[in-house]
């Protein structure tokens, strides 16, 4: 497979599966171990709360793209053992690249501000009135699937130019 065809089919997987069973971070690191073979199971759960900005909460950072930063962090970055060691710059460095790329696209880390890009305003995803206006406006048909399929392919771009999976 070429590498634009193992990067569409991570965009792919990640829009599928947000729109089929959300979790936007879930969806992000559940389509990279598939598509380069890394057993991430644990950290696929351990990502389910950091949905929606945190909690749902809207307010903290996309959970897609710190799926995506978790996904590049299993790769490259600093394990228990080797916490003495130092700061392990280079999962700092890829995590930014891959930050700094969804700012470009989006204009925010931010959720709400996100949603506030591709819907044209914010949603409470608690209040179960404004989920409904979220899901009836594209919620998990198409507007956060994109989101979670660019970070899955931009995250898969990262890890595939440093080629250490």
Same mark, same amino acid.
């Given at each position: 497979m070429s590498k634009d065809e193992l990067l569409d089919k991570v965009y792919d997987l990640a829009f599928k599966y947000e729109a089929k069973y959300g979790s936007c971070p879930q969806c992000v690191l559940r389509a990279i171990q598939e598509v380069l073979d890394l057993k991430m199971d644990?950290?696929?759960?351990?990502?389910h709360g950091l949905a929606g900005g945190t909690g749902l909460s809207g307010q903290g950072t996309c959970g897609a793209l710190v799926g995506g930063?978790?996904?590049i962090c299993f790769v490259h970055g600093r394990g228990l053992k080797d916490m003495d060691k130092g700061r392990f710059l280079k999962s700092y460095t890829l995590a930014?690249?891959?930050?700094? @790329? !969804?700012? *470009?696209?989006?204009?925010?880390?931010?959720?709400?501000?996100?949603q506030s890009k591709?819907?044209? &305003?914010?949603f409470n995803l608690w209040d179960?009135?404004?989920?409904? @206006? !979220?899901? *009836?406006m594209g919620g998990h048909r198409d507007k956060c699937p994109s989101v979670t399929g660019n970070v899955a &392919?931009?995250?898969?771009?990262?890890?595939l130019k440093e080629s250490k999976v």
């Open positions: 644990d950290v696929i759960k351990a990502s930063i978790m996904a930014k690249q891959l930050y700094d @790329k !969804f700012v *470009e696209e989006y204009g925010s880390c931010n959720c709400k501000d996100v591709i819907f044209g &305003r914010s179960p009135e404004d989920f409904k @206006k !979220f899901e *009836e &392919r931009w995250a898969t771009e990262i890890l």
